[in-house]
């Protein structure tokens, strides 16, 4: 099978440009360099205009080595392939959260070989104010967290955890709950919202859990709802994201849709896959079976709806 590997050496602070040309020799020496080539990004979007080039050149796979984004951006290109061109990732970046949904190991020669070798199939892209998003997407304090994650990331150049919990630190302080208009599926939910996050998948900021519920391929969206929380309460349901515990606090709701708009006051930050994307007001959606994806051996598997879930089109009224 033809594959292209799109790299992007920004992604990981380096950590692209350290391993990835080692494992492009590995893999060449044990593939042959007939049916696999090679193509590096040069700025944003890049990805997404190389990914469907290659997709109407005819390559049966793409496969996106960088992070998150770069994987956005490749499944952007690959989406209208209708089965004719798979999509696998080799994680390099920052964060890499998809990985721990889709299953895609960590190590990058294993991922590698995995993205040559494993079966593909359906995957659902998110839609977010006429763009798309593989992981989670979401309004508010995380959106704001997002920035500062990005600002911080540039200036100390890390990666991982600890620069999202800083950036978590530094907006706690400064970010408060919006009052919110969120409608789900004809479902009305009127209050004050510390953020909504639009789980496709289920993992973001390098590890926390936030929408334990979603999965890839159900053709859904699950929308976890934060109520307003105060600073210390915030502090306290922290440590609880990490494993999914945060969905039993009796401020939090999951709501499982296929549409959802949000409007607030004052306008709250937008992102998508940890990038912004704008401001409120925003709608989302779900693209079912979008992408082909390779997935790896260790899928996560979606944690059960909470009693205090809502279930899509059927469930009563919030308003």
Not at 275 to 280: D, P, S, Y
Request: aromatic residues 6%; contains cysteine; charged residues 20%.
């Amino acid at each position: 099978m033809k594959t292209l590997f799109i790299v992007n050496y920004v992604a990981g602070r380096g950590r692209t440009q350290r391993s990835w040309p080692l494992v492009w020799q590995q893999i060449q020496q044990a593939h042959g360099s007939d049916e696999i080539e090679m193509a590096v990004t040069a700025a944003p979007l890049d990805a997404t205009r190389i990914a469907q080039e290659a997709q109407a050149e005819g390559y049966g796979r793409v496969v996106a080595v960088g992070g998150d984004g770069t994987l956005a951006e490749v499944a952007d290109g690959v989406r209208h392939a209708q089965g004719r061109t798979s999509l696998a990732f080799v994680p390099t970046g920052a964060g890499c959260d998809f990985r721990r949904t889709s299953g895609v190991p960590s190590d990058v020669l294993a991922a590698a070989e995995l993205a040559l070798a494993g079966p593909a199939s359906p995957a659902d892209l998110g839609t977010v104010g006429g763009t798309t998003f593989l992981n989670v997407a979401g309004v508010g304090f995380d959106a704001e967290v997002a920035a500062e994650d990005h600002r911080l990331r540039d200036r100390y150049s890390s990666t991982g955890t600890v620069p999202y919990i800083r950036a978590v630190m530094h907006v706690l302080w400064q970010y408060r709950a919006r009052q919110m208009r969120i409608v789900a599926d004809g479902q009305v939910f009127d209050g004050r919202f510390l953020l909504v996050a639009v789980g496709n998948a289920q993992y973001y900021g390098g590890g926390m859990r936030i929408v334990p519920t979603a999965s890839l391929d159900d053709g859904m969206l699950d929308v976890m709802l934060a109520g307003d929380y105060s600073v210390p309460q915030t502090l306290g349901l922290l440590p609880r994201v990490y494993g999914g515990g945060h969905l039993s606090s009796p401020k939090i709701r999951v709501v499982r849709c296929r549409t959802l708009t949000i409007e607030a006051e004052p306008a709250a930050s937008v992102h998508r896959d940890g990038e912004l994307n704008g401001t409120t007001p925003v709608e989302f959606g779900i693209i079912p079976g979008a992408v082909n994806f390779v997935y790896g051996p260790q899928r996560a598997v979606p944690a059960a709806l909470p009693t205090t879930a809502l279930h899509g089109a059927g469930a009563p009224q919030a308003e």
